[in-house]
């Protein structure tokens, strides 16, 4: 069966420095997102991507924050100078549409550590 | 502005039934999700509600109210493997997002 996967699993980096965080959607995906989850707390929605452009956005991806889709698999999350706070697990996802049912498929997550 | 609730926490045994409620207030809506996560895993979807009524799956169900801001996740002949938790998510008018309620952390004993 098809699934979104994540690299890496698990990145540890200091304060200030720059992360990629790079996903590969499902492969007949259209609709490409980001979200958060800081431990214990709820899944946060950063931002979407369709047809090479932000679609959506939420108020915690600032100008410290980039997407982009550097080939026809590769859906990245660029943090230009991490913070303390940047420390969660981000999830890609994907869906086939914008159409119902809109289901969007998580992929496992990479652990962002910013000491 | 956008708010979604649902119990932080519920325990049920083995073979019952259990259900988790979620209400929300959001500005627009196209659509109330169920997701399952276990612990350290990405969230994986179980439902999706656009319509007033049940929608059945197996041992789980979902129900919407639009007009109440209500649904409603059935999980029936509850096994140890559903202890998990369980997210609720809605879908605005405008744009592709979801957003996630707190979500509900179910423990099954036996």
């Known amino acids: 069966e098809p699934e979104v996967t994540q690299t890496p699993s698990h990145q540890v980096t200091q304060m200030g420095q720059e992360v990629i965080l790079r996903c590969v959607p499902i492969?007949?995906?259209?609709?490409f997102y980001w979200y958060r989850q800081i431990l214990g707390q709820k899944v946060e929605f950063l931002v979407s991507?369709?047809?090479?452009?932000?679609?959506?956005k939420s108020e915690i991806f600032d100008d410290q924050f980039s997407v982009e889709r550097p080939d026809g698999s590769n859906f990245t999350l660029k943090i230009r100078s991490t913070k303390l706070e940047d420390s969660a697990m981000y999830f890609c996802?994907?869906?086939?549409?914008?159409?119902?049912?809109?289901?969007?498929?998580f992929g496992p997550g990479t652990r962002l550590t910013v000491t | 502005g956008q708010n979604i609730d649902q119990p932080t926490e519920m325990t049920a045994t083995e073979g019952a039934i259990v259900q988790i409620n979620c209400t929300y207030q959001?500005?627009?809506?196209?659509?109330l999700f169920w997701y399952q996560q276990h612990a350290g895993e990405a969230p994986t979807f179980l439902s999706y509600?656009?319509?007033?009524g049940l929608e059945e799956k197996g041992r789980f169900s979902s129900f919407l109210s639009r007009s109440k801001g209500y649904s409603y996740l059935l999980l029936k002949e509850l096994q140890m493997k559903d202890s998990a938790s369980y997210l609720c998510?809605?879908?605005?008018?405008?744009?592709?997002?979801?957003?996630f309620g707190k979500g509900t952390t179910l423990s099954v004993s036996s």
């Open positions: 998510a809605v879908k605005g008018q405008a744009g592709t997002a979801l957003i």
């Open positions: 959001t500005s627009g809506f196209n659509g």
């Open positions: 996802a994907s869906s086939e549409t914008g159409q119902p049912p809109y289901e969007q498929y």
């Open positions: 509600n656009v319509l007033d």
């Open positions: 492969s007949n995906h259209l609709y």
């Open positions: 991507f369709y047809n090479n452009e932000i679609s959506e």
